[in-house]
């Protein structure tokens, strides 16, 4: 299986007063997210379907990737702030496909994956990573 993690797109408001919960993407972050699609739709690869956490700054950047690609889109609260590895084994569960983009949120991102690697990194915003999983694994 290859599991796409996406972290999502530039969200800092200075001056913030609500939720963080609920903060959207900058102006900025839509456009460098709307040239990251469009790069990967050059890159022909193949993606099954997208699954985002719900919070804004993930789903807007998720749902331009999923429209750019032309792939199926879902939200799945498993990927909101506190996912790693036991829910990402959750998510394998229920989303069984090949090729599975997911689109979350840091640190959840990067201790994940330097738990199924051994990596030593730091997903920055709108980074993406690839890993090979073998699912009878999980």
């Known amino acids: 299986m290859n599991l796409y993690f996406l972290r999502h797109g530039e969200a800092d408001w200075p001056g913030w007063d609500k939720p963080d919960d609920a903060r959207p993407l900058t102006k900025r972050g839509i456009e460098e997210m709307e040239k990251i699609a469009a790069f990967l739709a050059r890159l022909d690869f193949s993606l099954d379907r997208i699954v985002t956490s719900p919070l ?51 640190p959840d991102f990067t201790e994940t994956i330097s738990g199924l690697t051994g990596a030593r990194l730091k997903l920055s915003k709108a980074g993406l990573a690839l890993v090979e999983l073998e699912t009878a694994a999980m």
């Open 56 to 106: 804004p700054r993930a789903e807007q950047t998720a749902r331009i990737v999923a429209e750019e690609l032309d792939v199926d889109l879902q939200e799945d609260h498993l990927l909101k702030p506190g996912f790693g590895l036991s829910k990402l084994k959750q998510l394998l569960k229920k989303y069984a496909d090949k090729n599975l983009m997911i689109v979350g949120h840091e």
